[in-house]
Structures are given as structure tokens and as C-alpha cells.
T-cell receptor
Framework: DVKVTQSSRYLVKRTGEKVFLECVQD?????MFWYRQDPGLGLRLIYF???????EKGDIPEGYSVSREKKERFSLILESASTNQTSMYLC???????????????FGDGTRLSIL | DAKTTQPNSMESNEEEPVHLPCNHS???????IHWYRQLPSQGPEYVIH???SNVNNRMASLAIAEDRKSSTLILHRATLRDAAVYYC???????????FGPGTRLSVLP
């Protein structure tokens, strides 16, 4: 089974801090994704990466950046954390074998981040 | 972007079949239909997906209307562990536009 591991289940940081959220997948997947999930808003795509060193903005990239130096690891960076970035953050990965849209995304269990 | 609409909530009795509907009237010919579910305190879990034909796997069945404007996720015998939020998603041909709506919250009654 695919395993997507997020480094922390719960994280508390202060306003203005630089925050790193880490995600590792063990299935050699090319594509990786970062979402945030908020009540009433569902999941929203922040950034995604088709392969190593590649990144694309999703629907809400403002205030975030990402890093994909190795295929198995996709990091989400909050450059200067703000209280409106308090949320559940979800990482996902997907193979690119065949047509992308024909492949499921595999999710981690999420990091609940609180910015005080 | 193809959008989907689902009922906010549904209820089922344990060990009975559950039919979860989804409308995707603006879907294009090459968009796949994906279903995920999310249990409390977990990330979304893949359930099933398809393009035109009905699909079956160990978790569920997916019935896709002939005009592809709607689909139904079928859980053949609901268990208490099936209580979750179920998301219906249509994926564009480039596979980058996975839009999760609010989903359907399924309650299973013992």
C-alpha cells in the first residue's frame, strides 16, 4: 500500500515564524500535492509538483512556498506565519503512469497547524 | 472546471445498501469521476473512479449515467465504519484540477 507520511499530526507556531511542513511518500510517485482543509470550504489546492524541482501554483498559493529537492519529499513552507493560516494541511501523491486523471491521489493523515 | 454537486448529508441503516448521488452536468468527455471518503481525523481515502463504464472494487461500485452528467456511489452493505464524508470529484484531462466540494456526510445507524 502507498504510504504518505506527514511529519507532524499537530503543530503550534507563533505569528511571524517560518514554518516547514514535511511530506514523504514511499511509492516513487512523480506528482505531489499540498492542500489545506477548512470547515465550510472543503479542500483547497495550495501547490503541486509534477516531478523533482518542479512546482505549480494551485488555487491559494499566497503566503506559501514549496520545495521538491527529492522525489519522495515535498515540503510546504509558510514564509511568515499568520493566524489565517491556522488550518488542517494535507499532502497527497500520485503516480504519473498513464493518464494523470486516471490515477488516484493518496493522502497523508494531515497536520493540524495552529498559529498563535 | 467541471463542478460537482452532492447532498449535504445522508443516513443509512447498518447492513443496508447506500446510494450516494453526484451531479456533474458540466463534465467534459475526458474527465474521470473520482470518489474519496474522509473518516474523522484522517486524510481523504480513495474509494473508486471511472470514466464511462460502471466500476466495481472491494470497497464499492460506481454507476455512471449514460450521459455522464451524474453518477452514484454504491456501498452494498453499510457498516458503522463507513460513516464518513464522501467526496465526488471530476478530474480534468491534465489531472491537476482536483476540486473537492463539501461532500456528503454519511451517517450509519446501528
Amino acid at each position: 500500500d502507498v504510504k504518505v507520511t506527514q511529519s507532524s499530526r499537530y503543530l503550534v507556531k507563533r505569528t511571524g515564524e517560518k514554518v516547514f511542513l514535511e511530506c514523504v511518500q514511499d511509492m516513487d510517485h512523480e506528482n505531489m500535492f499540498w492542500y489545506r482543509q477548512d470547515p465550510g470550504l472543503g479542500l483547497r489546492l495550495i501547490y503541486f509538483s509534477y516531478d523533482v524541482k518542479m512546482k505549480e501554483k494551485g488555487d491559494i498559493p499566497e503566503g506559501y512556498s514549496v520545495s521538491r529537492e527529492k522525489k519522495e519529499r515535498f515540503s510546504l513552507i509558510l514564509e511568515s506565519a499568520s493566524t489565517n493560516q491556522t488550518s488542517m494541511y494535507l499532502c497527497a501523491s500520485r503516480t504519473e503512469t498513464g493518464l494523470r486523471s486516471n490515477q488516484p491521489q493518496h493522502f497523508g493523515d494531515g497536520t493540524r497547524l495552529s498559529i498563535l | 472546471d467541471a463542478k460537482t454537486t452532492q447532498p449535504n448529508s445522508m443516513e443509512s441503516n447498518e447492513e443496508e445498501p447506500v446510494h450516494l448521488p453526484c451531479n456533474h452536468s458540466t463534465i467534459s468527455g475526458t474527465d474521470y469521476i473520482h470518489w474519496y471518503r474522509q473518516l474523522p481525523s484522517q486524510g481523504p481515502e480513495y474509494v473508486i473512479h471511472g470514466l464511462t463504464s460502471n466500476v466495481n472494487n472491494r470497497m464499492a461500485s460506481l454507476a455512471i449515467a449514460e450521459d455522464r452528467k451524474s453518477s452514484t456511489l454504491i456501498l452494498h452493505r453499510a457498516t458503522l465504519r463507513d460513516a464518513a464524508v464522501y467526496y465526488c470529484i471530476s478530474d480534468d484531462n491534465y489531472g491537476q484540477n482536483f476540486v473537492f466540494g463539501p461532500g456528503t456526510r454519511l451517517s450509519v445507524l446501528p
